[in-house]
């Protein structure tokens, strides 16, 4: 199964995703953290997270890129933490920024590695789309791409779910 699930930042996306993980009935519990720390309010977040994770027996990999590289036991439940940030890692590597195409087919295919190998996935982004202000080049590029992501997950997606002010709504797919 593969569920889709997308709200604005602190809209309560990660704590549904987590509850949605441990409903599954493996017994192994992969939490992949994307997000690498560039602040101290990122860090604050990061630790929030940790502090809410920690009693759930979830196992926690932490890598910026590369996600199909993840070494994922076969038939583990896997919640990915964010899209929005696996998305921003690969584009924006280095001194180098990928184009859309090719972070699109990479994320992607990593993705479907990871379909192969987990029991379910849940896949978790950022809702950033709600500004009309014009941003620079890559930033639009960024977030077409992005875009054009969500899509092709949810419409791959099992469920797709929206969180909006902590509250779950679930579009059905015709």
Not at 3 to 22: H, M, N, P, V
Not at 37 to 43: F, G, V
Request: with cysteine; hydrophobic share 40%.
């Amino acid at each position: 199964m593969l569920i889709f699930i997308s709200g604005s930042s602190k809209s309560g996306k990660s704590s549904y995703a987590e509850t949605r993980l441990e409903e599954f009935a493996g017994s192994l519990k992969i939490y992949i953290a994307v997000s690498g720390i560039t602040d101290d309010e990122m860090k604050e977040r990061v630790r929030i997270h940790k502090e809410r994770r920690k009693d759930k027996g979830f196992v926690t990999f932490e890598s910026e890129c590369d996600l199909g590289n993840v070494n994922l036991p076969e038939g583990a439940d896997v919640m990915i933490e964010s899209l929005t940030a696996w998305t921003a890692n690969e584009m924006f590597r280095g001194e180098r920024v990928y184009d859309s195409e090719y972070v699109i087919e990479k994320i992607h295919s990593e993705l479907e590695i990871i379909r192969h190998k987990a029991m379910n996935v849940i896949v978790v982004a950022d809702d950033i789309f709600c500004d009309v202000t014009a941003y620079d080049e890559f930033t639009e590029q960024y977030m077409k791409t992005l875009a054009e992501l969500e899509i092709m997950i949810a419409s791959e997606a099992d469920e797709v779910i929206e969180i909006f002010a902590g509250i779950p709504y679930n579009y059905v797919k015709d």
